[in-house]
C-alpha cells in the first residue's frame, strides 16, 4: 500500500524558473523528511518538519508541512542545474521508520 | 572517514547464487537499516536493527537474512538471488539525541542479477 504519493513524478525546467513538489498521504505522520538524492549516492536529509502549519526555509528551498500532518510540499525559487537530483518526501513512523513517496526527478537545464 | 560504507558498490551475479553485501558506520549509532530501491527510485524499508537486535521486518523474503556481528556493522546475506532482486540496496544509521530524526545514508550497492 503506497502512503506517500509525491507529484510530479517527472519535472524538467529551466534555470531560473520556481517549481512546486507535493507529497499527500491519507495517514497522520509525526514529522515528515524530504531527502535529496544524486545519482550514485545515497539521500540526504533536507530537511524534518514536524508542527502542522510549519515552514521551514533553506536558501531557495522552502518546506511547508499542512495543518492536518498529512501532506507536505517543496518549493524551489529560481532554480538552478546544481537543483538537479531526486527529491524524496518520507514519512515518519514509530521507531524511526520512514514511509517513502517515488520521488520526484528534477532536471534543470542551463 | 566515510561514516556509512557498504561494499560491494557494485555486484552482478547469476540467479541462484547466494551473496553478501556489507555495511559499516563510524557514527556510533544504534539503530541501523536496509532499504531497497526499485528501477523507478521508489526506496522502501526491509529491515531495521538496533543495538544487535531485529526491531522491523517488512515482510522481506525469508531468502534476505540480516546479520549484525556488532554495532558498527549490519550486513545482507541473500540466498537464491532471483531476478527480481536486482535492486539499489541502501544501509542507513538513525541519529540519536537531538539528531534522532535524521538517517544517514550509505552510497548503495547496484544489484544486478542476470
Known amino acids: 500500500t503506497q502512503l506517500l504519493e509525491q507529484s510530479p513524478q517527472f519535472l524538467s525546467i529551466q534555470e531560473g524558473e520556481n517549481l512546486t513538489v507535493y507529497c499527500n498521504s491519507s495517514?497522520?505522520?509525526?514529522?515528515l523528511q524530504w531527502y535529496r538524492q544524486e545519482p550514485g549516492e545515497g539521500p540526504v536529509l533536507l530537511v524534518t518538519?514536524?508542527?502542522?502549519?510549519e515552514v521551514k526555509k533553506l536558501k531557495r528551498l522552502t518546506f511547508q508541512f499542512g495543518d492536518a500532518r498529512k501532506d507536505s510540499s517543496l518549493h524551489i525559487t529560481a532554480a538552478q542545474p546544481g537543483d538537479t537530483g531526486l527529491y524524496l518526501c518520507?514519512?515518519?513512523?514509530?521507531?524511526?521508520?520512514?514511509?517513502f513517496g517515488q520521488g520526484t526527478e528534477l532536471s534543470v537545464k542551463p | 572517514d566515510t561514516a556509512v560504507s557498504q561494499t560491494p558498490k557494485y555486484l552482478v551475479t547469476q540467479m541462484g547464487n547466494d551473496k553478501s553485501i556489507k555495511c559499516e558506520q563510524n557514527?556510533?549509532?544504534?539503530?541501523m537499516y536496509w532499504y531497497k530501491q526499485d528501477s523507478k527510485k521508489f526506496l522502501k524499508i526491509m529491515f531495521s536493527?538496533?543495538?544487535?537486535?531485529?526491531?522491523i521486518n517488512e515482510t522481506v523474503p525469508n531468502r534476505f537474512s540480516p546479520k549484525s556481528p556488532d554495532k558498527a556493522h549490519l550486513n545482507l546475506h541473500i540466498n537464491s538471488l532471483e531476478l527480481g532482486d536486482s535492486a539499489v540496496y541502501f544501509c542507513?544509521?538513525?541519529?540519536?539525541?537531538?539528531?534522532?530524526?535524521?538517517?544517514?545514508f550509505g552510497p548503495g550497492t547496484r544489484l544486478l542479477v542476470l
Open positions: 542507513a544509521t538513525r541519529g540519536e539525541g537531538p539528531a534522532q530524526e535524521t538517517q544517514y
Open positions: 495517514s497522520v505522520f509525526s514529522s
Open positions: 518538519v514536524v508542527t502542522g502549519g
Open positions: 518520507a514519512g515518519v513512523k514509530g521507531g524511526g521508520k520512514l514511509i
Open positions: 557514527l556510533g549509532h544504534d539503530t
Open positions: 536493527y538496533n543495538n544487535k537486535e531485529l526491531i
